[in-house]
T-cell receptor, first 116, second 115 residues
Framework: DQQVKQNSPSLSVQEGRISILNCDYTNSMFDYFLWYKKYPAEGPTFLISISSIKDKNEDGRFTVFLNKSAKHLSLHIVPSQPGDSAVYFCAASAGSLSGSARQLTFGSGTQLTVLP | DSGVTQTPKHLITATGQRVTLRCSPRSGDLSVYWYQQSLDQGLQFLIQYYNGEERAKGNILERFSAQQFPDLHSELNLSSLELGDSALYFC??????????????FGPGTRLTVL
């Protein structure tokens, strides 16, 4: 049972336009959400995060929106650049019952291609 | 460069064999996580260590084990390897095990191919 879902395996956008990557989750215990970017032959790189007490977090060209009632988050990249072409993973985090550990649950990723 | 190092980058072995993957966390990070990424799948959490102690277990097979040493580096041991164990194995590290804003930083991964 996938608790974090990225239903679009790929997305192509024109340079300069907006890229919108979507992510849905099912576990209501998740209280922290992250986006990672991954280039081929490299490990995932942290991009931006949002706590469940917020509905928006912005960092430069990247904005993450969280809709808790819909259990949905999205990553907006404006303007998109060719260097943004990568696989984007959505991840969610919940504290353990004992409070001693956190785990990240990842989606399957979306390949973003920004066309020049 | 995340500061997390993993060796080796590539590993090719045969079914039934045993391998050890190594990870050195970022300087100052006490927590180490191991993830497996199979073809066309997201990263699956395997296990977490904090300052030498196991903190959380995910979908880790009994044939797999891990440990974190006093110098904080970690090793993931995979034994009785099967074809389905072929995957990318990532190590990540973070400062604390349970902070809400505790970001995990990933190494470049080890690509394991079981023939």
């Amino acid at each position: 049972d996938q608790q974090v879902k990225q239903n679009s395996p790929s997305l192509s956008v024109q340079e300069g336009r907006i890229s919108i990557l979507n992510c849905d989750y099912t576990n209501s215990m998740f209280d922290y959400f992250l986006w990672y970017k991954k280039y081929p032959a490299e490990g995932p790189t942290f991009l931006i995060s949002i706590s469940s007490i917020k509905d928006k977090n912005e960092d430069g060209r990247f904005t993450v929106f969280l809709n808790k009632s819909a259990k949905h988050l999205s990553l907006h990249i404006v303007p998109s650049q060719p260097g943004d072409s990568a696989v984007y993973f959505c991840a969610a985090s919940a504290g353990s019952l004992s409070g001693s550990a956190r785990q990240l649950t990842f989606g399957s990723g979306t390949q973003l291609t920004v066309l020049p | 460069d995340s500061g997390v190092t993993q060796t080796p980058k590539h590993l090719i072995t045969a079914t039934g064999q045993r391998v050890t993957l190594r990870c050195s966390p970022r300087s100052g990070d006490l927590s180490v996580y191991w993830y497996q990424q199979s073809l066309d799948q997201g990263l699956q959490f395997l296990i977490q260590y904090y300052n030498g102690e196991e903190r959380a277990k995910g979908n880790i097979l009994e044939r797999f084990s891990a440990q974190q040493f006093p110098d904080l580096h970690s090793e993931l041991n995979l034994s009785s390897l099967e074809l389905g164990d072929s995957a990318l194995y990532f190590c990540a590290s973070s400062v604390e095990p349970a902070g809400v804003r505790d970001t995990q930083y990933f190494g470049p991964g080890t690509r394991l191919t079981v023939l």
